[in-house]
């Protein structure tokens, strides 16, 4: 088993930035893939942005240029770098990573969720 601890949401202004991590700890050999998904009210949970093993990303269309996803892979942690924050990124943002935990097993797993809200 592995846990995935998500920081760094809270309350920022338009236009302002915040910047969020992610750890994974627990029984794991290796990440394939981590990444960010969000869930604003009313919504159905959505990509954000993934990181893979070989590094390739992707991102939602509306914070492409705006979000930039990195991973520290040393440190099992995942980040995600907000700029330009505008209040439709109001959202709890959900860490998510499918990782070995031991040599012949892999498993999705998700963060508790961090609240990041873009009000004036």
């Known amino acids: 088993q592995a846990q995935l601890v998500e920081s760094g949401g809270g309350l920022v202004k338009p236009e302002g930035s915040l910047r969020l991590s992610c750890t994974a700890s627990?029984?794991?050999?290796?990440?394939?893939?981590m990444g960010w998904y969000r869930q604003a009210p009313g919504k159905q949970r959505e990509l954000v942005a993934t990181?893979?093993?070989?590094?390739?990303?992707n991102y939602e269309d509306s914070v492409k240029g705006r979000f930039t996803i990195s991973r520290a892979n040393a440190k099992n942690t995942v980040y995600l770098q907000m700029n330009s924050l505008k209040p439709e990124d109001t959202a709890v943002y959900y860490c998510?990573?499918?990782?070995?935990?031991?040599?012949?097993?892999?498993?999705?797993?998700w963060g508790q969720g961090t609240q990041v809200t873009v009000s004036s």
């Open positions: 998510y990573s499918r990782l070995y935990t031991d040599y012949a097993s892999w498993g999705d797993y």
């Open positions: 990181k893979n093993s070989g590094g390739a990303t």
């Open positions: 627990g029984s794991i050999v290796r990440i394939i893939d």
